[in-house]
């Protein structure tokens, strides 16, 4: 079975840039898995930030983006504020309308 | 502004079935543009995709899950639902049901806030 695979944990200075990952356990995230990237905050819901690789939600600002960086996807926060942190998931497409969600990163803002 | 809310017994026990609904408000739940689906998150852990249904009732599952899922949707009510039979500990979760946005790519783009669902006797 394939797994999705993130940085458990990561820390960024107020201010700083910061990317995450989101690898296969086996073979190479493309666009053809349409990676798509949630933030979730301690007792909050989800929320959507980038979907199709690099396309920002609603809403969402500019400081978040997606790319493909080498075999992974990832998500890049610029100028990171003390509210960004919070659990960050990545979603693939796995095709047949199926979808993995990564372990999540637990960023943390200090 | 659309929202889903999840509603279910906050307790089953082993070996029963676990049974939630949601309730979609500030639209309709048979658009022809979307998916709902139900996504779970055990205590200190990560996202789990469950499944999606379409307003027809076509239905899509995570592979690990089928043999025990089925999603079902009731358009005069505007809700859909989730059945998860032969729980244990592992199903205790936080279930989430989710709207999966119009066109193509797909994504997860309205939530509930979740319903809290422990397996215990």
């Known amino acids: 079975q394939t797994v999705v695979t993130q940085e458990p944990s990561f820390s960024v200075s107020p201010g700083g840039t910061v990317t995450l990952t989101c690898g296969l356990s086996?073979?190479?995230?493309?666009?053809?898995?349409?990676p798509s990237w949630y933030q979730q905050t301690p007792g909050q819901a989800p929320r959507a930030l980038i979907y199709s690789t690099n396309i920002r939600s609603s809403g969402v600002p500019d400081r978040f983006s997606g790319s493909i960086l080498g075999n992974k996807a990832a998500l890049t926060i610029t100028g990171a504020q003390a509210d960004d942190e919070s659990d960050y998931y990545c979603?693939?497409?796995?095709?047949?309308?199926?979808?993995?969600f990564g372990g999540g990163t637990k960023l943390t803002v200090l | 502004q659309l929202q889903l809310q999840e509603s279910g017994p906050g307790l089953v026990k082993p070996s029963e079935t676990l049974s939630l609904t949601c309730t979609v408000s500030?639209?309709?739940?048979?658009?022809?543009?979307?998916?709902w689906g139900w996504i779970r998150q055990p205590p200190g852990k990560g996202l789990e995709w469950i499944g999606i249904?379409?307003?027809?009732?076509?239905?899509y599952y995570n592979p690990s899950l089928e043999s025990r899922v089925t999603i079902s949707v009731d358009t005069s009510k505007n809700q859909f639902s989730l059945k998860l039979t032969s729980v244990t500990a592992a199903d205790t979760a936080l279930y989430y049901c989710?709207?999966?946005?119009?066109?193509?790519?797909?994504?997860?783009?309205?939530w509930g806030q979740g319903t809290l669902v422990t397996v215990s006797s």
């Open positions: 086996s073979g190479s995230v493309s666009i053809n898995y349409y």
């Open positions: 500030g639209g309709s739940i048979s658009s022809s543009t979307y998916y």
């Open positions: 979603v693939l497409y796995m095709g047949s309308a199926i979808w993995v």
């Open positions: 249904i379409y307003y027809s009732g076509s239905t």
């Open positions: 989710a709207r999966l946005s119009s066109g193509w790519p797909h994504y997860f783009d309205y």
